[in-house]
């Protein structure tokens, strides 16, 4: 469960946030729908605790990021928007090093590590250094590495940018499947299809502000449009939906 | 307090770092250079003396002056040789190192006791050349001295007249000493293995990781800012070590291997001073890679960062070029300084010296504190969105 509140950011002279609230729950996933620049990353980069907000408060599963960040980022699996992967290391090692990190030794590791290898399918790169691998399959294993420690809350920014059907498909599955364990899965997008192919709720943010909240079919009768791609544009305005070219 | 992870990073970033075969190779060429030019350079000097002891003179004119050519011969050592007819275009070629020369009207100005003039042709620029040229005119000296003597007693006069000083030069130094200032170029070179050996993982594990865009995910773990700084920090340490101690044990074999006898030096680098040296000089491996680390913080790109890191071989050169020039041991000022202080407990201990063990431990705090603060100011950096975010 997590809940923003109110969440205030300045850059320079440009305000990002201003006043952006929106909560997660558990068994759900949340979308936060908007085009480049909407204050989306900003948002999700506060949750993990490497930003701090100017005004406003996080809290995921009652813990206070500002007062508490490591009881946070314990509860959290973040896939950032970069994969941010060692070139010279293999996926496993790359999966084993952050199970480590949160305190996963032994045979309960190497548990959890063939899982996710299972899950994303990576048995047959798995021991191979990453220097060489596709986008994709970079992306599944950033993926696998943020899940080993079976977090409850899940933070996903832009998974699914630039992945071919193959891998998108299985991002989409694991995504479900979070879902199904009862996990909070919170995840950006500026991709209508991603959206509308996997949330059960949506936020709305452009310009550092939420414009509007519901799920799918609320936001349709909300705009009174037919599809998703049009409520979108008529909630943002025609300015910021045409800025954003990669939204057709 | 939980400290597994920072042994989960240090172990990482090592096996991360010895996996990069070319810094690798980089690491060791350079942690083996300064002793093999230290063999070579010694190794030249003591063929060099050792060629001095057996020399040929040719010498030109060998008739003009049996008296002299008799005595060059019967010195030990010497075997003299009828010279080129061209002494100075053979000494160009290189035919001849050097060459006597001695005039037609010698025997007639020695038997007349007017200085009778010999001529020594020579390059001094080469160097092979300088020590056999030495001796040849020491021993035309000592020629110059006897006969001097023999004169002036046929004259009625005492030879002590024409000596009206005789100098006794002592010279306290001890063989070892000698032998310290020699080798000090030994301690250099450790001091650069210290900043070679870190280097590649104290770059790679900061600067790399914000190029690659890896430290985001990896500050997204619950783990501190002084822990994951400290396990790069001792990834740093250990591989610096291993240059250091490369270093020295390259250093041990070519001092074995080298007649240092031939010097005139008496050293012997025994097991008691090489366990000595490592606790006297080792502070040196935990103080220079949180330097690193922290000067390579600031970088946005490997690339970027060993160029500040380079330029920390600048001041470290600075120290080792001044100890050249002043006897750096006997000021207790420069000990206070790091890196000078490890220079100077060096040097004392390759003179046979034991530093004291305060002054020892004293430089050990000193540098854990130097390494401690700049871990910690790391850390501050790796906590700022400017460094996390800014690329």
Same mark, same amino acid.
């Given at each position: #469960?997590?809940?923003?509140?109110?969440?205030?950011?300045?850059?320079?002279?440009?305000?990002?946030?201003?006043?952006?609230?929106?909560?997660?729950?558990?068994?759900?996933?949340?979308?936060?729908?908007?085009?480049?620049?909407?204050?989306?990353?900003?948002?999700?980069? #506060?949750?993990?605790?490497?930003?701090?907000?100017?005004?406003?408060?996080?809290?995921?599963?009652?813990?206070?990021?500002?007062?508490?960040?490591?009881?946070?980022?314990?509860?959290l699996g973040v896939l950032p928007d970069q994969s941010g992967l060692y070139g010279r290391?293999?996926?496993?090692?790359?999966?084993?090093?952050?199970?480590?990190?949160?305190?996963?030794?032994?045979? /309960?590791?190497?548990?959890?590590?063939?899982?996710?290898?299972?899950?994303? /399918?990576?048995?047959s790169i798995a021991d191979r250094p990453v220097a060489g691998f596709?986008?994709?399959?970079?992306?599944?294993?950033?993926?696998?590495?943020?899940?080993?420690?079976?977090?409850?809350?899940?933070?996903?920014?832009?998974?699914?940018?630039?992945?071919?059907? #193959?891998?998108?498909?299985?991002?989409?599955?694991?995504?479900?499947?979070?879902?199904?364990?009862?996990?909070?899965?919170?995840f950006s997008s500026h991709v209508m299809q991603e959206v509308s192919a996997l949330c059960d709720r949506i936020f709305v943010i452009a310009s550092g502000q939420v414009l509007a909240q519901g799920t799918p079919k609320e936001l349709l009768e909300l705009t009174g449009r037919t599809t998703l791609e049009d409520a979108f544009v008529s909630l943002v305005g025609p300015e910021a939906g045409a800025s954003n070219g990669e939204l057709s | 307090m939980n400290w597994v992870p920072i042994a989960v990073i240090a172990r990482k970033e090592l096996s991360d770092?010895?996996? %990069? $075969?070319?810094?690798?190779?980089? @690491?060791?060429?350079?942690?083996?250079?300064?002793?093999?030019?230290?063999?070579? @350079?010694?190794? =030249?000097?003591?063929?060099?003396?050792? &060629?001095?002891k057996e020399i040929r003179i040719p010498v030109a004119g060998i008739d003009f002056a049996p008296v002299l050519v008799n005595w060059l011969q019967q010195q030990p050592g010497v075997e003299v040789l009828a010279g080129p007819t061209d002494p100075e275009a053979a000494v $160009?070629?290189?035919?001849?190192?050097?060459?006597?020369?001695?005039?037609?009207?010698?025997?007639?100005?020695?038997?007349?006791?007017?200085? !009778?003039?010999? =001529?020594?042709?020579?390059?001094?620029?080469?160097?092979?050349?300088?020590?056999?040229?030495?001796?040849?005119?020491?021993?035309l000296n000592r020629f110059n001295e006897e006969i001097g003597a023999a004169r002036l007693t046929v004259r009625g006069v005492s030879p002590d007249v024409a000596n009206p000083l005789r100098i006794e030069a002592i010279d306290l130094a001890s063989s070892q000493q000698r032998a310290a200032t020699l080798l000090d170029i030994v301690l250099l070179f450790l001091i650069i293995a210290a900043i070679t050996g870190g280097m590649q993982i104290a770059t790679d594990s900061t600067a790399g990781e914000r190029e690659r865009g890896s430290l985001e995910p990896l500050l997204i773990n619950p783990v501190p800012r002084w822990q994951i700084v400290s396990g790069k920090w001792l990834a740093a340490v250990l591989?610096?070590?291993?240059?250091?101690?490369?270093?020295?044990?390259?250093?041990?074999?070519?001092?074995?291997?080298?007649?240092?006898? %031939?010097?005139?030096?008496? *050293?012997?680098?025994?097991?008691?001073?090489?366990?000595?040296?490592?606790?006297?000089?080792?502070?040196? &491996?935990l103080m220079i890679p949180a330097i690193q680390i922290y000067l390579s913080s600031f970088a946005k790109s490997f690339k970027e960062a060993q160029s500040y890191t380079v330029l920390l071989v600048l001041p470290v050169?600075?120290?080792?070029?001044?100890?050249?020039?002043?006897?750096?041991?006997?000021?207790?000022? @420069?000990?206070?300084?790091?890196?000078?202080?490890?220079?100077? *407990?060096?040097?004392?201990?390759?003179?046979?010296?034991?530093?004291?063990?305060? !002054?020892?431990?004293?430089?050990?705090?000193?540098?854990?504190?130097?390494?401690?603060? *700049?871990?910690?100011?790391?850390?501050?950096?790796?906590?700022?969105?400017?460094?996390?975010?800014?690329?």
């Open positions: #469960m997590i809940r923003v509140e109110n969440l205030c950011k300045r850059f320079g002279t440009k305000q990002a946030l201003q006043g952006v609230t929106f909560s997660a729950s558990d068994g759900t996933v949340t979308g936060l729908l908007g085009p480049n620049g909407a204050g989306k990353t900003t948002s999700l980069r #506060m949750i993990y605790g490497l930003m701090k907000p100017d005004d406003g408060s996080i809290t995921v599963d009652g813990c206070d990021v500002a007062s508490d960040p490591q009881s946070v980022q314990a509860r290391l293999t996926p496993r090692e790359h999966i084993r090093y952050f199970g480590n990190l949160h305190g996963l030794t032994g045979l /309960d590791l190497e548990r959890h590590i063939e899982k996710w290898i299972d899950n994303l /399918d990576l048995k596709s986008h994709g399959e970079r992306t599944k294993v950033a993926l696998s590495r943020a899940l080993v420690h079976e977090p409850q809350n899940i933070l996903l920014d832009e998974p699914t940018n630039g992945l071919d059907v #193959m891998s998108t498909r299985a991002v989409r599955a694991v995504i479900r499947n979070l879902r199904a364990e009862g996990r909070c899965v919170l | 770092g010895f996996r %990069d $075969r070319r810094s690798i190779y980089t @690491m060791l060429v350079t942690a083996l250079f300064g002793p093999l030019l230290i063999f070579f @350079m010694l190794n =030249q000097q003591t063929s060099q003396t050792t &060629a001095a $160009r070629d290189g035919r001849a190192e050097m060459v006597l020369v001695i005039k037609q009207g010698f025997a007639d100005q020695f038997c007349h006791s007017k200085p !009778a003039t010999v =001529q020594l042709f020579s390059d001094s620029t080469r160097k092979t050349t300088a020590p056999k040229l030495r001796r040849l005119a020491g021993l591989s610096a070590s291993v240059g250091m101690a490369a270093t020295l044990a390259a250093i041990f074999i070519a001092l074995r291997r080298l007649p240092l006898e %031939d010097l005139g030096v008496r *050293f012997y680098l025994s097991a008691p001073k090489v366990v000595l040296l490592i606790a006297a000089m080792s502070p040196l &491996a050169g600075f120290i080792g070029l001044i100890s050249t020039f002043y006897p750096v041991t006997d000021r207790p000022w @420069m000990q206070a300084i790091p890196v000078l202080a490890q220079y100077s *407990f060096g040097t004392d201990i390759l003179a046979g010296k034991r530093p004291s063990l305060l !002054a020892l431990t004293a430089g050990g705090i000193e540098a854990v504190t130097i390494a401690a603060i *700049f871990v910690w100011l790391a850390a501050r950096l790796f906590s700022t969105e400017e460094i996390i975010f800014g690329r």
